[in-house]
């Protein structure tokens, strides 16, 4: 098996000219099936206004398919995307139950809207292998797909980044700080129940292809019941710090790739994924 520096080195000059485009990359638009596809899921709020820099899956899901598409280009293969056509809607600063059915409504919305393109895709091209991918109220999306595709021969891979319904005891491949605190690392989703349908722990078969990433202090996937102001501007400011170097690679990456390569993924590092100050 390659190194991983030697992959990343490799995609380093593979992704200057990566042409696995975000608009663009929808399979009905492709003259034959790709290797991969992707499919993303943006975070609450991502896809108000302008989206299309994004291609409508979020800056964090957005960023990881570059890389990734890097790394599966580099590799040979081809590679599509297509982003999960969801409200995202944001969360409710300080909101009644009106205003967080509407966010639960979303999540819900997400969570069927992916299911349809998962399937549309697969019938369509029943021999690809298929990634998904989601950050925050995303990764909630993608999560509460997965039961339903144990045993699906088309998932190769999921990645959830900052999951609301992240549970501590999940078979998952985890990377972020949480693991080095045990038992940290509940999604908010878990400890409200006005955040409905939070999913039941993993299967193994499941959490053996799953890559769950989360920070200490992170208000959405390492909450604190206890704490008098959970989203305070310290665990937003986590929160955001997802994806924001521009320079290198996620650590999450190269474990996604072998996910898709057949290759057991390297250990996952414990440091803390947001050294670099958080852009304002």
Same mark, same amino acid.
């Given at each position: &098996?390659? =190194? !991983?520096?030697?992959?990343? *080195? %490799?995609?380093?000059?593979?992704?200057?000219?990566? $042409? /696995?485009?975000?608009?663009?990359?929808?399979?009905?638009?492709?003259?034959?099936?790709?290797?991969?596809?992707?499919?993303?899921?943006?975070?609450?709020?991502?896809?108000?206004?302008?989206?299309?820099?994004?291609?409508?899956?979020?800056?964090?899901?957005?960023?990881?398919?570059?890389?990734?598409?890097?790394?599966?280009?580099?590799?040979?293969?081809?590679?599509?995307?297509?982003?999960?056509?969801?409200?995202?809607?944001?969360?409710?600063?300080?909101?009644?139950?009106?205003?967080?059915?509407?966010? &639960?409504? =979303? !999540?819900?919305?997400?969570? *069927? %809207?992916?299911?349809?393109?998962?399937?549309?895709? $697969? /019938?369509?091209?029943?021999?690809?292998?298929?990634?998904?991918?989601?950050?925050?109220?995303?990764?909630?999306?993608?999560?509460?797909?997965?039961?339903?595709?144990?045993?699906?021969?088309?998932?190769?891979?999921?990645?959830?980044?900052?999951?609301?319904?992240?549970?501590?005891?999940?078979?998952?491949?985890?990377?972020?700080?949480?693991?080095?605190?045990?038992?940290?690392?509940?999604?908010?989703?878990?400890?409200?129940?006005?955040?409905?349908?939070?999913?039941?722990?993993?299967?193994?078969?499941?959490?053996?292809?799953?890559?769950?990433?989360?920070?200490?202090?992170?208000?959405?996937?390492?909450?604190?019941?206890?704490?008098?102001?959970?989203?305070?501007?310290?665990?937003?400011?986590?929160?955001?710090?997802?994806?924001?170097?521009?320079?290198?690679?996620?650590?999450?990456?190269?474990?996604?790739?072998?996910?898709?390569?057949?290759?057991?993924?390297?250990?996952?590092?414990?440091?803390?994924?947001?050294?670099?100050?958080?852009?304002?």
């Amino acid at each position: &098996m390659r =190194s !991983v520096s030697g992959i990343a *080195a %490799a995609a380093a000059v593979v992704a200057a000219t990566a $042409v /696995a485009g975000l608009t663009a990359g929808a399979a009905s638009a492709q003259p034959a099936c790709p290797d991969v596809h992707w499919i993303g899921a943006a975070g609450s709020g991502e896809r108000a206004g302008a989206i299309a820099a994004d291609g409508g899956m979020g800056r964090v899901v957005a960023k990881s398919y570059r890389d990734f598409a890097a790394l599966i280009q580099q590799s040979g293969r081809t590679i599509t995307a297509e982003a999960v056509n969801y409200p995202a809607t944001p969360v409710p600063e300080d909101g009644g139950i009106l205003d967080w059915a509407g966010f &639960m409504s =979303s !999540v819900d919305t997400g969570t *069927a %809207a992916l299911g349809q393109q998962y399937q549309a895709f $697969v /019938a369509q091209c029943p021999t690809s292998q298929v990634v998904l991918a989601g950050y925050s109220q995303g990764a909630m999306v993608v999560h509460r797909n997965l039961h339903s595709l144990d045993g699906n021969p088309n998932l190769a891979a999921a990645l959830l980044v900052a999951d609301g319904d992240r549970l501590p005891q999940d078979p998952t491949i985890n990377i972020g700080s949480v693991v080095t605190v045990p038992g940290a690392g509940k999604g908010v989703a878990q400890d409200w129940p006005i955040l409905a349908h939070a999913p039941a722990p993993l299967p193994v078969t499941l959490g053996a292809k799953t890559i769950s990433v989360c920070e200490l202090g992170d208000a959405v996937c390492d909450y604190d019941p206890d704490a008098e102001d959970e989203m305070n501007p310290a665990a937003v400011a986590v929160h955001t710090s997802y994806a924001r170097s521009t320079a290198s690679m996620d650590p999450w990456t190269v474990p996604l790739y072998q996910l898709t390569a057949g290759h057991p993924p390297v250990p996952a590092p414990i440091t803390p994924l947001n050294a670099v100050t958080p852009a304002p």
